[in-house]
């Protein structure tokens, strides 16, 4: 083994394992939990046209034009659909492969800024917090431009740290991630960098040097060589209407407007962001306090104003959503990991996973009361599944998973008492056990099981199927797309039971979970 290899590896035996057995949970997982709908069902339908029909230019949902996401998803999912098939750790991979990158990336960047059990622990944090294991696992782009932003982050840094070839290659490397990232989420990807890479370098008085990157023809051509190609082709093919749904709706319309009514307040990420670092929020408030005090340091003050670049524009955005602020986090997994001495409470480093662990405990009951209480059809039929999916396994799980993280801190309390911030690898690898084996197959039963035993009846049925598109995971399963238009005799028709009694007359053939499959009578 050589030196530069020993040196990599330094970090305790026990933190290298931590990370791999929770990178373990998700692998053996992420296949298993049905898809979710919307955004999961959107990606895997678009992917599984993309490979029946041999179209790689132009995305379609149910056989219409999809442009809500760039193209760069979907080639990678297609080629795997053709390979594999219909199958939901297919969609997921390259999710999970990126977000693998992305821990990998952190560990890499830690060990060269600070040290290798501060880059290890770094990569920990990003495999067991909340938000990142549950975008690892969908089949969306999430983790996709998450590593890209961060590759382009750690580049635009090393630019500026070595004014040298070796720098400007850096720099060039930064336009080869946005490019990427444009095809993957759109101009997020560029906007992010750009403002990040500009105000770091005005702020160390090294605007000259920024100008000269920013305007390197090297990096512009790459950039376009890659990026422009499918948007100069769907352009030629589509016209106007492409640039007014892409770029104009989903891009600039998202912070201009409420899209899909997903909106909030000003405050809204700051909830949001003790959620998604869960089980490890309580490193948040004591490394912020430190990297702020530290902020004369070049790193510690690149890394304040990624997040804070991130957290503003987000904030100042009509349209919000958690995932959202995940492109933000790489800086602050490394600061909480820099500062993980800081945590000296015990109690503080495990309430984070005591809090998870209570959620899954009054889960049963708080679905049993929303069943209760809501007034819409769909939700009291979907949710008044409860008694019949928290039965006796879920309780079982639930006690065993208590019962282990339990036994396990009070078996290493004395050898954990010194340090607690070591407390948060067994705190991290039990949340993220807890997500897979019991958070996120209750959701899947409850919402998505009935879709996929609608579309498996529909699939025996010969006649066209009719439904919206809210539920695209339903035409994945089914093995064939859905038409959006009104119902004609002989037409099945898959829909929420709220809208069954706007329904000339019919036969039910399934009705499970608030969804109804019928029969339009001739």
């Given amino acids: 083994m050589s030196d530069a290899t020993k040196q990599f590896m330094a970090a305790p035996r026990w933190l290298i394992g931590a990370l791999l057995l929770s990178l373990a949970v998700t ?12 955004d999961e069902g959107e990606y895997a339908e678009v992917a599984v046209e993309m490979a029946r029909s041999g179209d790689f230019i132009t995305p379609t949902l149910n ?31 390259p999710s999970v492969l990126a977000c693998l990158l992305w821990v990998w990336a952190l560990v890499r960047f830690g060990r060269r800024a600070w040290d290798a059990e501060t880059g290890w622990f770094a990569g920990f944090i990003c495999a067991t917090s909340i938000g990142v294991v549950v975008s690892a696992g969908a089949a969306a782009m999430d983790g996709v431009l998450c590593l890209l932003v961060a590759l382009a982050g750690f580049d635009i840094f090393r630019a500026w740290q070595e004014d040298s070839p070796a720098g400007r290659w850096a720099a060039r490397r930064a336009f080869l991630w946005m490019a990427l990232g444009f095809l993957a989420k759109g101009p997020v990807a560029v906007v992010v960098p750009f403002l990040l890479s500009l105000s770091f370098f005005v702020l160390q008085g090294s605007f000259l040097r920024w100008l000269r ?173 409860g008694p019949e999916i928290f039965g006796s396994a879920y ?14 801190i009070g078996l290493l309390r004395h050898r954990l008492k010194a340090e607690p911030w070591r407390l948060l690898a067994i ?24 879709v996929r035993e609608a579309a498996r009846i529909a699939s025996q049925w010969p006649q066209p199927v009719v439904a919206d598109n809210r539920m695209p995971s339903f035409a994945v399963y089914s093995g064939r797309p859905t038409e959006n238009r009104p119902p004609a005799p002989g037409d099945l028709v898959f829909l929420r039971a709220d809208a069954e009694s706007r329904l000339p007359p019919h036969a039910v053939l399934f009705s499970q979970g608030g969804l109804r499959l019928v029969r339009i009578d001739r």
């Fill in 27 to 38: 692998w053996f997982s992420f296949g298993h939990v049905p898809l979710f709908d919307e």
């Fill in 63 to 93: 056989g219409q034009p999809f442009f809500e996401k760039p193209i760069l998803a979907f080639w990678l999912q297609a080629p795997l659909v053709k390979a594999f098939g219909s199958h939901a750790w297919v969609f997921r991979l």
């Fill in 213 to 385: 990157a920013v305007f390197d023809p090297f990096g512009w051509a790459l950039f376009l060589a890659i990026a422009l190609p499918w948007y100069w082709v769907q352009y030629r093919l589509m016209g106007q209407p492409f640039i007014d749904y892409f770029l104009l709706r989903e891009n600039i319309g998202r912070l201009t407007g409420t899209l899909q009514g997903h909106g909030g307040s000003l405050l809204y990420y700051i909830p949001v962001l003790v959620l998604i670092v869960l089980p490890h929020t309580a490193m948040l408030a004591r490394a912020g306090l430190e990297s702020w005090r530290a902020r004369s340091d070049p790193l510690t003050r690149f890394l304040l104003l990624w997040f804070a670049v991130v957290f503003i524009l987000f904030s100042l955005a009509t349209t919000k959503l958690p995932h959202y602020l995940l492109i933000g986090l790489t800086p602050l997994f490394l600061l909480m990991a820099h500062h993980r001495s800081r945590l000296h409470s015990w109690g503080v480093a495990t309430w984070p996973w005591a809090l998870m662990a209570g959620v899954a405990l009054a889960l049963p009951t708080g679905v049993s009361w929303a069943a209760a209480h809501s007034r819409t059809l769909y939700l009291r039929e979907m949710l008044g599944q």
């Fill in 395 to 408: 309780w079982v799980t639930v006690a065993l998973e208590i019962a282990g993280t339990l036994a396990v």
């Fill in 427 to 450: 705190t991290g690898i039990a949340s993220n056990l807890m997500i897979w084996t019991v958070l996120l197959p209750s959701a899947a039963r409850l919402q998505q099981e009935p």
